[in-house]
């Protein structure tokens, strides 16, 4: 079948395409930016690549044709406190307008489980797009899920980060919100089994686990089945905007990706029945199993997706393009350069960068840096990157996105996404002579900017120097 998967960059999409492909699916991918699909050569050979954004106004020049299944996985919760739920809107209706106009025959949406009429704000938005989608002329197919566990996934993230950091928790009591968790390998099971299944069409279905536990139930299962320790002690008041600091500041959600959480635990998500699961003949796998499936992904380093990749994870939700370009006017510069011996062992440094890998030099200093952007608002180092070894462009990287990560052309490119007075890029390039480069720009932003800049200068002679000396070192 010819489909066309939306959101390909996304936790899901990335989980869903290498699925389509080994199906033999032709699949066309729906990116906002081309360069930040992250894929090896050999999958994007196997794919072709729809450049566009469901939020501008319709376009119908080379629209693809003859599309039998489309997959709409685009969320905009992390984008806005205020505005995700209009942006939702629009993408929704824009995307009507193109399957109508291409002649889609189904339409698959996963969606949120919506079982209460005082919905939150989360949950209505998904709910106002069902409406949305409806309205198309297809046959639209809706999945509705709670809690998505798996390695990558921010609920199982958040949930990771709570119990392995805070050995006694005191919480809201919206940890008592029953929920009923499924496992990521068995939403792309229903996902892939509801194409072209006439008794699928024009329906919603609630899907989710065998286990109907709380949060709380949940951080305890994945403190037993990890052998850590964990205290929980319930408080009846904690008010919203407390308890999405909490998950901010300890977690590396994104403060907006916190408030909307927040807002959606106090709603009970589970089931009301389980006719696809019938249907499809899916026996779902329990809760723990998830876990530990999405421990054995970690430590063979094979984490495909990580929700924290998402542009929308980041404070600069535009195109990044402009960026890979690093100026020269009005640019503060720290320049370092060092002859190598060991390119390959080098590049292998590079590419390391970051991570439970740190800096190479001053990690404390680094972490102190993201514990201040994290104070004042900013992404900070908890969000690590998705795999330890292999960069892609678009990754998240602590509080960096990779703008280029280009092995053959031995370059890495840095954009940082901290709280700054400006902008920065940090460059790694090893040149024909075997010379590495390591470049820390900053473009000021008036006065503040450049007083910055200065104040740091100090530390800059020390950090970025035992940087470079300890990349390039082959052992």
Known sequence: MKILLTGANGYVGKRLLPELLQLNHEVICCVRDKNRLGLDAATLSKVTIWEIDFLNDPNYDSIPKDI????????????????????????????????????????????????DSNLSKHLQSRSDVEDILYKGNFQL?????????????????????????????????????????????????????????????????????????????MMLLYAKTRKIKLWIYVVPVMTPRFSSYWLYFV????????????????????????????????????????????????EQNLVISSWKDSLSSSRKTGDLNGYIQVPTFGCLKDVKSLKIENTEQILDNIFSIGGQKGYYYGNWLWRLRGNVDKLFGGVGLRRGRTNPLVLHSGDSLDFWRVLLANRDEKRLLLFAEMKLPGEAWLEFRIDENNVLHQIATFRPRGLMGRLYWYSIVPFHYFIFGGMIRNIAKSK
């Open 251 to 298: 977690t590396s959600t994104s403060y907006k990706l916190a408030t909307n959480l927040v807002g959606s635990m106090k709603m009970e998500v589970v089931c009301r029945d389980n006719r696809l699961q019938k249907i499809l003949k899916i026996k779902p796998i329990s809760y723990v199993d998830a876990i530990k499936l999405a421990f054995i992904k970690i």
């Open 68 to 115: 039998d299944v489309a997959f709409y996985l685009i969320h905009s919760m992390t984008t806005s406190t205020d505005e995700f739920d209009v942006l939702e809107a629009n993408s929704a209706l824009h995307f009507n307008s193109y399957m109508n106009k291409i002649g889609v025959i189904q339409v698959v949406y996963l969606s949120g489980i919506i079982n």
């Open 141 to 217: 197919t809706v999945l509705r899920a709670g809690i998505i566990v798996g390695s990558g996934s921010s609920s199982f993230e958040i949930i990771r980060d709570l119990c392995e950091k805070l050995p006694v928790m005191i919480t809201p009591k919206w940890v008592l919100t029953k929920s009923q968790p499924i496992a990521i390998r068995d939403v792309m099971k229903y996902l892939i089994g509801v194409m072209h299944r006439e008794e699928c069409y024009n329906n919603s279905f609630d899907i989710g686990g065998p286990n109907i536990i709380t949060y709380k139930q």
